[in-house]
């Protein structure tokens, strides 16, 4: 393996054992640090940051959005506990590198962007690299991708005041739900949503972070 890669790896399980009192994971499932270690995140920086694509930080991907850090990628997907036949939806694809990771570990991800350019541009990426499993598409995510729903998990990449009601609403029951929530629009906590077999949902604050904003247009 790759020394860099190496590095990005002990970095990610080093922060792992600190932040277990928040996650209550003191360390991820072998098969995500497998998937961290086979996505190459130089493939989805731009040329020009390529020297710092395994540093432990998220790096702008122009648009004013940003490549979140390996760490957060890897957290968000080992708490989302993919089986293999899961339909993951994601909110936000920006680069396609949370994308991509996410596709290593279930059956199919729909990704959602905003912004065109970066969406046509992570499409191409995505399937220039092999990830077959990754259908893109250019909308708001506040609205879901309901042709799609249910799914068995959902992640969103971007920060939101609250969770946006159609997401909720596509998450099958048993499902999992990760995203940044912005308390009082300032500080922003991950937060882990869980539904039962009865619809009914349960929400988890967990580690502060700091997330571009979810734009809802
Ligand atoms: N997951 C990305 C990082 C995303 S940064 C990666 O691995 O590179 C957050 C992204 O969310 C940005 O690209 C931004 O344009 C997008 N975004 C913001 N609001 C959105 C919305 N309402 N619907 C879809 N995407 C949105």
Not at 119 to 127: D, V
Not at 185 to 192: H, K, P, R, S, V
Request: charged content about 20%; glycine content about 6%.
């Amino acid at each position: 393996m790759n020394a860099d890669i190496k590095r990005m790896l002990e970095t990610i399980r080093q922060e792992a054992r600190l932040t277990a009192v928040y996650t209550g994971r003191a360390q991820f499932a072998d098969k995500v640090m497998s998937a961290m270690a086979e996505v190459n995140r130089a493939d989805f920086v731009p040329q020009v940051a390529h020297s710092q694509a395994f540093t432990n930080s998220p790096l702008a991907i122009g648009y004013g959005q940003t490549i979140s850090q390996p760490f957060i990628v890897a957290l968000m997907t080992d708490l989302l506990d993919l089986s293999p036949d899961d339909r993951v939806l994601e909110v936000g694809t920006g680069s396609g590198y949370q994308a991509a990771v996410l596709a290593k570990l279930a059956r199919q991800v729909y990704s959602i962007e905003r912004i065109e350019s970066l969406q046509e541009s992570a499409a191409s990426r995505l399937n220039q690299h092999g990830f077959y499993n990754v259908s893109c598409r250019h909308s708001n995510g506040y609205e879901g991708w309901p042709e799609q729903a249910p799914f068995d998990a959902i992640i969103v990449t971007a920060a939101s005041a609250s969770v946006p009601p159609a997401l909720l609403e596509q998450l099958k029951p048993g499902g999992r739900m990760i995203l940044p929530l912005a308390e009082n629009g300032l500080y922003q906590q991950l937060t882990l949503i869980t539904k039962n077999a009865q619809g009914e949902t349960e929400s988890k604050p967990l580690l502060a972070v700091s997330f571009v904003p979810l734009i809802d247009d």
